[in-house]
């Protein structure tokens, strides 16, 4: 071989081990923003969509809906408040429970959104309860939710007919 072919073949080692390199770097730096906005980046589910869904224990979610009316209750036990409700979208229902204090505006028949995720019994342990302070207020995710299963009219008009008769 000549000293052309030889510096013609190193050139395409030394093309591929930077292309190789590239590729290596920029796989990792992908990795590291991806994990760095692992918290941010959480899933949410109504609860029809867990039940369709079959989400087991461990995921990390959000789940969001509306409170069901006369589903709380709250006691406390060794000294820590444990509190109970049910999180509907008007289709299906998930039993929640949470330790701590709830929100001050937290109450039923409002949506809320909880962050955490269920247990082997089915029931999702909330470690983050969001509640905000108009009662109208809904997530927006909770709202499209309920748009999309025909429960935003219903519970629209039944909100429009409870102001009427005051």
């Known amino acids: 071989m000549t000293k052309v072919g030889l510096k013609a073949g190193a050139r395409k080692k030394r093309r591929l081990y930077f292309l190789l390199t590239s590729i290596t770097v ?6 590291l923003v991806l994990s760095a906005l692992e918290d941010s980046i959480r899933l949410f589910y109504d609860p029809t969509e867990i039940v369709e869904k079959n989400i087991g224990p ?12 006369e589903s709380f209750e709250s006691r406390e036990t060794a000294g820590i408040l444990i509190n109970h409700f049910t ?13 701590g204090l709830l929100p001050d505006l937290f109450r039923e028949g409002q949506g809320i959104v909880a962050e955490g995720s269920m247990n082997e019994d089915g029931i ?5 309860i969001f509640a905000k302070h108009d009662e109208t207020y809904m997530p927006k995710e909770v709202i499209d939710s309920l748009k ?19």
């Not at 920029?26 to 990795?31: C, D, F, I, S, Y």
């Not at 461990?58 to 009316?69: H, I, T, Y």
């Open 26 to 31: 920029l796989g990792l730096a992908v990795l």
């Open 124 to 128: 999702f342990v909330a470690s983050e």
């Open 58 to 69: 461990g995921q990390n979610f959000r789940l969001g809906g509306l409170v069901e009316e």
């Open 148 to 166: 999309k299963r025909g429960e935003w009219q219903r519970r629209t008009a039944e909100t429009q007919q409870k102001g009427d008769a005051l």
């Open 87 to 99: 999180v509907t979208d008007g289709n299906e229902s998930v039993a929640v429970t949470y330790e």
